[in-house]
């Protein structure tokens, strides 16, 4: 007999038949087994635990089952053999059953066993669920197969697969425990807090310089670092701190000198009494190893101990106090196991700080931590700042905020930060809640416009994305600014209901205010952006500058729309060219008009910089070629910066058919021209509007204007001469 059927047998005497079992899963299990319907098992025993009578609804029942194994011709890695016996433990009916390997020499070091007292026997983990979700499907049937496939694939060595995490080194806890930041970087005392009074709230390690409220006792706490172990080998968790040194011993870590050395350190601290006097709590580190030499995680435990720090250190023997000194023995003596035996653990969960990866994993973009990619937001206001905060919570970016201007109490409606942060420059204090995310070199700040920052802030950007929601802002980057990361605008249409998108082309080209040109025109040649630029709200709050989003508008819209732009601009590659994308959630679902930007020639005219956009040209083109042979025209529409002093020229309009046209002269109509400009202007909110006329003579004649084209020009300078742009 088995060592383990042995324990089994002495908590379960008393053999019964199957059709006295009183678990209804138990006798269910039997029924199956004993049916002949499954070959997947044979019942050899029924047993009960003591003081359970026949007839009674019995809570503890064991079946003793030979489990067939289906093994092939593959390699065996682990000793499975092809029938191995296992005791089926019921109990509580809402307690999922526990299986028991019997067999003397059941290979013990692999992973996927349960959690054990110390010197009890291990259960097999056969679900990768809540025990309570598992319980709903393990019927009898589900649960043999289930044994089946665990013995089967770990025979093989495939139970546990490349894809999954790595076991720890111990399970099972009653509260948390949260590193610091700088758990790795070898600080040697710590103090634990509790932010309630509650004992099962979990413990927040502090550097144990800082100053602890008033009220709060602090936890004494010294962090240790074993060699990295091979994982897959779990172990019963120790309740005292001889079973932890014992249980480290076991897989060849010496964790007393560890100990000891930790608290030897704290002894040229000035504050060490303090440290000493308080309850004592024991952080191990343990790197994992998948296969030797390949390290791909870490196991942290926690164990707290409410004797205190001081008491621990010298039955540690790793120094001795007296009055109010302490110092290390001159002769060294092994501890006392047994009085080690007397100081109780109790076994705490650790969670790591939040940092980039973990914000990663969690988004489904495991992988991308490595070289972030370096953004400049210009603007931190509502949008600026959500879109900044989505990114930073999925691990994206490395940001630097520039914004001159405060968050206020109006702000709170719509912005990310939180009252908090009231009064406080809203550069500053995105830059620091991002810090607070991913870690103290995650973003920087500069309270300033964006024009005024200097051009090593811009050239070091990958990307700068423009929320500013400022056209002389995006035009100054456009126009001014000579950094080379693609600039990226994104801000919200005045309904709020709209986000958009303007992306420009690979090496800046076409330029953001060459996108924005095209936004327009496209907002005019396409469907189904009729109000776009329409607000339809009133309600102003304080703040100004175009685009500015300025009325009210809700943060359901804020908050849904800004992670659309996250999607666009970081999660997925963008595009080589120049990219307009307005994006529209309506009734749930996300809408999106996309085109390509129009590429832009320039070319400086007399002190003014013109940029004609290709399609117009091509358009042009494309219109003399259908004349045939005859003068043609129309007009065109774009906009003047008169503080840049550039014209833009986007759009162009075929011939008015009223117009009269021959081989030596033009005059262009006026039928339908008034409707045209006016559409213009609203669906551009005045954006775009008319800028002059294009002309062409046909192919064989030169392109010199003629007499009547000089008259007209001339015409048009005299009734402009008071103004402050060129003639068309």
Known sequence: MSAAQAFFEGNFPDEVSGQSLTHPAAAAMAGLLGSGAHSGGTLRACRRAPG????????????????????????????????EPVGIAYGKSD????????????????????????GMPRSLCLFEMQPEEALRLAAPFVLIE???????????????????????????????????????????????????DRLDAPIVLLPSARRVPGGIRPISTIMVKTKALPHGRLREVPVNVAELIEVYADRGVDLLPLLKDSFRAWLPKPDWKELADCECLIVVQTELERAPGKVEGEATKAFFTMCKAVELAEQLGAFHKAGGFAGMLLVQEPPDMDRLRG?????????????????????????????????????????GSQVALTAARMGLGSWSIVDPDYLLPHNMARHALSHLCVSRPKANALASEICGLLGKDAAS????????????????ADMVIDASASVPAARWMATVSTHLGRTCSVFLNPAGTDPVLLVEGEDRSP?????????????????????????????????????RASLAISQADIGSLAPLAVKRLLQYPLPTHGLIEILTLTSGTEAIFSCRAADYSEMDLGGWMVAVS???????????????GLETGGILVGTWDRVRRRVYVVGRYAPPPDSVAGPLSFVRGAEG????????????????????????????????????????????????????????
């Not at 009674?56 to 489990?67: K, M, N, S």
């Not at 060595?157 to 610091?180: K, N, S, W, Y």
């Not at 416009?449 to 200097?454: P, Q, S, T």
């Not at 924005?516 to 500058?545: C, D, N, R, T």
């Open 343 to 383: 100081l109780a653990l109790v076994p705490l969960d650790v969670h790591r700080p939040f940092d980039r990866a973990m914000a990663q994993a969690a988004s489904g973009l495991a992988g991308r931590s490595e070289n972030p990619v370096r953004i400049l937001l210009a603007g931190a206001g509502a949008l």
């Open 673 to 728: 021209i008034y409707q045209t400009l006016e559409a213009v202007e609203r669906l551009t909110a005045g954006n775009l509007n008319y800028i002059g006329e294009w002309h062409t003579h046909p192919v064989g004649h030169g392109s010199q204007p003629s007499m009547d084209d000089r008259t007209l020009l001339r015409w048009i300078s005299d009734v402009l001469v008071f103004s402050d742009v060129p003639p068309p």
């Open 95 to 118: 307690v999922l059953p526990a299986v028991y390997p019997l067999r003397d020499g059941f290979p013990s070091e692999i992973p996927h066993f349960n959690l054990a007292g110390r």
């Open 614 to 628: 290709g399609d117009v040209l091509d358009g042009i083109v494309a219109d003399r070629r259908v004349a045939d």
């Open 52 to 83: 359970q009578a026949d007839g009674q609804a019995g809570d503890l029942e064991l079946l003793i089952v030979d489990v067939e194994v289906a093994l092939g011709q593959r390699a065996i890695v682990n000793d499975i053999r092809s029938v």
């Open 445 to 460: 700040f500069l309270v300033a416009r964006v024009e005024d920052v200097g051009a090593d802030a811009l050239s070091a």
């Open 146 to 196: 289930r044994v089946r496939f665990w013995l089967r694939e770990t025979a093989y060595g495939r139970l546990h697969g490349e894809d999954q995490p790595l076991d720890p080194v111990f399970l099972g806890a009653i509260t948390q425990v949260i590193l610091p930041r700088d758990a790795d970087e070898g600080a040697d005392a710590y103090i634990g807090v509790r932010r309630t």
């Open 511 to 547: 330029r953001l205010d060459h996108v924005e040109m095209s936004y327009y025109w496209a907002l005019v040649s396409g469907e189904g952006q009729e109000g776009h630029l329409s607000s339809g709200k009133i309600g102003l709050f304080p703040s100004g500058g175009c685009r």
